[in-house]
């Protein structure tokens, strides 16, 4: 398989299976005590822990030792344990809680402007029109998915507002500053900075108390669909993606995260679909074909 369309593959799986995890932690948060703090600090830790177990058995420990052993990537890796590893799964958390997860979508869809405006600087060359215009459509098509044409699911709080920027930023540092740490497998970058990223929040939350809600089986279930199917799997085919497209294109294919979500919500929770999620969708996977064939590797 081309190595741009094998990008493009692992990009649109792991969004695919991001859009499947959102359902089952939407049902945690409307079933349970859990908050966004402790259920990204349980989720980080237990996925990251994971990533590490899997990463020795297939590249070897000693690859982990000489990641974190280096104290100059050291805190390279710290640097992304915050504001990349944190700062796209936190913000976009809270943003939920403060408004609702269509919001949270359409927040944190200012991704790709944000990657294509670095690009540019850091490269001093214009964008391609095909990635400007597909960006713009791309974000009109999330929103009528989320929404319908309609704004008034849409509940606005300033701090959702706050939190959904924060997002997108996080999201743009996830994609881009992971090509920083390419020379060790992607399995010891997840596990790493999932693991301090949790440790960093253990002020915040009780971890007995979190730990408590597994008693409710029906929610032990639902977690570990969020740890293999929405964490685990979704985080390392993104990043390997980023091996082979651009990181521009890799966020513009996260798309597929809300319109996998609608499509579980019509068919498994009783949604009803209208006409502008349908005209969404196909504005959206008209705007990858075209994004997908014509930008450059």
Known sequence: MNKKYYGIFLAAFSSTLWGIGGNFTQYIFNNSNFNYISLVAVRMFVAGILFILYGAYKDGINKAYDMVNNRYKFFDLLIYSIFGMLGVQLPFFATIQYSSAPFATLMQFGAPILVIIFVCLKYKKKPQISEVICTLLILLGVFFVVTNGSTKQLSIDPRAILWGLVTSF?????????????????????????????????????VLIAL??????????????????????????LIESSRYIKPTLTCMLAVFEPVVSLLIAINFMGEIFGIFQLFGIVIILLSIIVVSKYSKN
Do not use: E, H, Q
């Open 170 to 206: 996080g999201y743009a540092f996830y994609i881009i500053d992971a090509k920083k740490f390419f020379r060790w497998p992607t399995s010891f970058l997840m596990g790493f900075s999932m693991i301090i990223g949790s440790v960093l929040l253990l002020p915040f939350y009780n």
């Open 212 to 237: 408590s809600y597994f008693k409710d089986l029906k929610i032990l279930f639902a977690f570990l669909v969020v740890i293999i199917i929405g964490t685990v799997i979704p985080f390392y085919l």
